[in-house]
Nanobody
Framework: VQLVESGGGLVQAGGSLRLSCTASGSGFIIRAMGWYRQAPGKQRELVAGVTSGGTTNYAASVKGRFTISRDSAKNTVALQMDSLKPEDTAVYYC??????????????WGQGTQVTVSS
């Protein structure tokens, strides 16, 4: 399974960005998908996740500002980020729990996309 992200960039505080991620490969099932981020000197943290059933969860710091959405038919997940703050600056990584009933499931990661919010 390969995850390819797009949509990062530089934006002023209060602005918006939309990240997208597409999973490709064959013979796999995707359970949960999500977005993580890692700022310099900090650990990677969950930003938002969505299950195969559509249940979403958000980090407290982004709740009300970010929205995660998923298109299971296209194996894509998006993160709409509004009211961005300088503390949202980080590398954002797409994550998918994927695999098969025969070979098991594991976590896959995208290459990361930089989001920089200027004050």
């Amino acid at each position: 399974v390969q995850l390819v992200e797009s949509g990062g960039g530089l934006v002023q505080a209060g602005g918006s960005l939309r990240l997208s991620c597409t999973a490709s490969g064959s013979g796999f099932i995707i359970r949960a998908m999500g977005w993580y981020r890692q700022a310099p000197g900090k650990q990677r943290e969950l930003v938002a996740g969505v299950t195969s059933g559509g249940t979403t969860n958000y980090a407290a710091s982004v709740k009300g500002r970010f929205t995660i959405s998923r298109d299971s038919a296209k194996n894509t997940v998006a993160l709409q980020m509004d009211s961005l703050k300088p503390e949202d600056t980080a590398v954002y990584y797409c994550n998918a729990e994927a695999g098969s009933t025969s070979y098991g499931f594991r976590n896959y990661w995208g290459q990361g996309t930089q989001v920089t919010v200027s004050s």
